[in-house]
C-alpha cells in the first residue's frame, strides 16, 4: 500500500500569516497517463470533509485563491497564502493513483 | 448543486449486518464512479470501497474485503453498502462521495457497533 505521511500533526498559525502542510508519499503517485492523482481535503469541525485540490494543484470550484497546491513524484504541499478563521480545521491528503485509496493522517490547522 | 444523502446507519451487534445507502442528485449519475469513505471516532479519513459507474467494476479496502459489497442502481440513482459481520473497529462515520476522488461528499452516516 502507499503510505502517505502529513507534517506537521499540528500548525498553530496567526491570522493572515502563511501556512504550509507537507505529504509525502511513500512510492511515486505519476501514473502511468502522466498524471499526478494527489488530492487534498478539508475537514472543518464538525462538517464532512470537502475537497480543496485535486491533481495537485488544480482548486475545486468554490474554493478561495489562497489555497495553493504543488509538488512531484513523492513530495507535495498545501500552502494557504493568508489563514483566515475559517480554515481551522484539518486538512487531508489523499492519493487515488493505487488500490487501495490512502490518505494522510491530517494536519490540524488553528489559530495562535 | 450535487447532493449526496447517507441513510441506514445505527447500532448493531458485532456479526451483525446493515445495509447503508447513498442517494444522489443534480449530477449524471451513471457517468460517475461512486465511494464509500468513513472515520472512526476521532481519527482521520479511510477509504472503504469504489464502484464503477455500471456497476461493474468494484474495489474494497481488505479491511472490509469479503464482508462488505457495494452496489449501486442507475435507474435510482443509489449506491449501497451492504455491511456484514460486523466488527467493533468498523464503528464510523461512512461517507458516500461522487467520483474516486472524493468530488462532493454527503453528510455522513453513523454506523456504531456494539454489544
Known amino acids: 500500500d502507499v503510505v502517505m505521511t502529513q507534517s506537521p500533526l499540528s500548525l498553530p498559525v496567526t491570522l493572515g500569516q502563511p501556512a504550509s502542510i507537507s505529504c509525502r508519499s511513500s512510492?511515486?503517485?505519476?501514473?502511468?497517463?502522466?498524471?499526478?492523482?494527489l488530492h487534498w481535503f478539508q475537514q472543518r469541525p464538525g462538517q464532512s470533509p470537502r475537497r480543496l485540490l485535486y491533481?495537485?494543484?488544480n482548486r475545486d470550484s468554490g474554493v478561495p485563491d489562497r489555497f495553493s497546491g504543488s509538488g512531484s513524484g513523492t513530495d507535495f504541499t498545501l500552502k494557504i497564502s493568508r489563514v483566515e478563521a475559517e480554515d481551522v480545521g484539518v486538512y487531508y491528503c489523499?492519493?487515488?493513483?493505487?488500490?487501495?485509496?490512502?490518505f494522510g493522517g491530517g494536519t490540524k490547522v488553528e489559530i495562535k | 448543486e450535487v447532493q449526496l444523502v447517507e441513510s441506514g446507519g445505527g447500532l448493531v451487534q458485532p456479526g451483525g449486518s446493515l445495509r447503508l445507502s447513498c442517494a444522489a442528485s443534480?449530477?449524471?449519475?451513471?457517468?460517475?464512479?461512486m465511494t464509500w469513505f468513513r472515520q472512526a471516532p476521532g481519527k482521520g479519513l479511510e477509504w472503504v470501497s469504489t464502484?464503477?459507474?455500471?456497476?461493474?467494476?468494484?474495489n474494497y479496502a481488505d479491511s472490509v474485503k469479503g464482508r462488505f459489497i457495494i452496489s449501486r442502481d442507475n435507474s435510482k440513482n443509489t449506491v449501497e453498502l451492504q455491511m456484514n459481520s460486523l466488527r467493533a473497529e468498523d464503528t464510523a462515520i461512512y461517507y458516500c462521495?461522487?467520483?474516486?476522488?472524493?468530488?462532493?461528499w454527503g453528510q455522513g452516516t453513523l454506523v456504531t457497533v456494539s454489544s
Open positions: 462521495a461522487k467520483g474516486q476522488w472524493g468530488d462532493c
Open positions: 443534480e449530477f449524471t449519475f451513471s457517468t460517475f464512479e
Open positions: 464502484i464503477g459507474g455500471s456497476g461493474g467494476d468494484t
Open positions: 512510492q511515486s503517485l505519476v501514473y502511468s497517463d502522466g498524471n499526478t492523482y
Open positions: 491533481k495537485v494543484s
Open positions: 489523499m492519493q487515488s493513483g493505487h488500490w487501495p485509496l490512502t
